[in-house]
Each structure stands twice: as structure tokens, then as C-alpha cells.
Nanobody, 115 residues
Framework: QVQLVESGGGLVQAGGSLRLSCTASERIFSINAMGWYRQAPGKQRELVATITSMGTPNYANFVKGRFTISRDIAKNTVYLHMNSLKSEDTAVYYC?????????WGQGTQVTVSS
């Protein structure tokens, strides 16, 4: 059972930046992939960015060039650096991890971007 603890959400003005952190209870080398999803009110949860155990990132088109996913292996932590935030980025952001056949989720952290 992988436990994920998120932090770093909050309120920011449009054009601003935030960094989300997700710390796993196990060594992230043992996890196939980690990343971030988000869910806005009335919408389905959607993928934002992922990173594999080999460090390969993948991004949703709507965040390319604005968000960067990174990791600190020594801290078992994955980060989401969010720049040039827009009001449409407002959502609850969930950390995600997969070690087949199981998916794991964090509790979610609110990001609110004011216009």
C-alpha cells in the first residue's frame, strides 16, 4: 500500500506560480509511475502530468510549456511546478501513483487561481 501526501496548494493570482509536492511512503524507484491529476467542479478528473520510474515526463497538452514535473529520489517526492497559471487551472489536484495492478491517490490539494 503506497501512501501519498500532497502539499503546496493555495490561492494565487492569474499569471502566478505554485509548486505542489507529493511524498510517497515508499522509495519511488519501486513505483512504476507517479504524477498529478486534477478535477474542477462539475468536470471529470483529468491527467495533468506524469513521470515514470526512469524519469520520463508526460504532459497534458493544456499545460505544456507552463507546468513541469520533477522528482527528488532521496526525498521520495514528486513536484509539479506550475507557472503562468490561469483561472481555468483552478481545481483539486491529486497525486497519483501506479504499481500494477494498483493505483494510489493522495487526498487532494486545492489550487485556486483568481483572475
Amino acid at each position: 500500500q503506497v501512501q501519498l501526501v500532497e502539499s503546496g496548494g493555495g490561492l494565487v493570482q492569474a499569471g502566478g506560480s505554485l509548486r505542489l509536492s507529493c511524498t510517497a511512503s515508499e522509495r519511488i524507484f519501486s513505483i512504476n509511475a507517479m504524477g498529478w491529476y486534477r478535477q474542477a467542479p462539475g468536470k471529470q478528473r483529468e491527467l495533468v502530468a506524469t513521470i515514470t520510474s526512469m524519469g520520463t515526463p508526460n504532459y497534458a497538452n493544456f499545460v505544456k510549456g507552463r507546468f513541469t514535473i520533477s522528482r527528488d529520489i532521496a526525498k521520495n517526492t514528486v513536484y509539479l511546478h506550475m507557472n503562468s497559471l490561469k483561472s481555468e487551472d483552478t481545481a483539486v489536484y491529486y497525486c497519483w501513483a501506479v504499481r500494477p495492478p494498483n493505483n494510489y491517490w493522495g487526498q487532494g490539494t486545492q489550487v485556486t487561481v483568481s483572475s
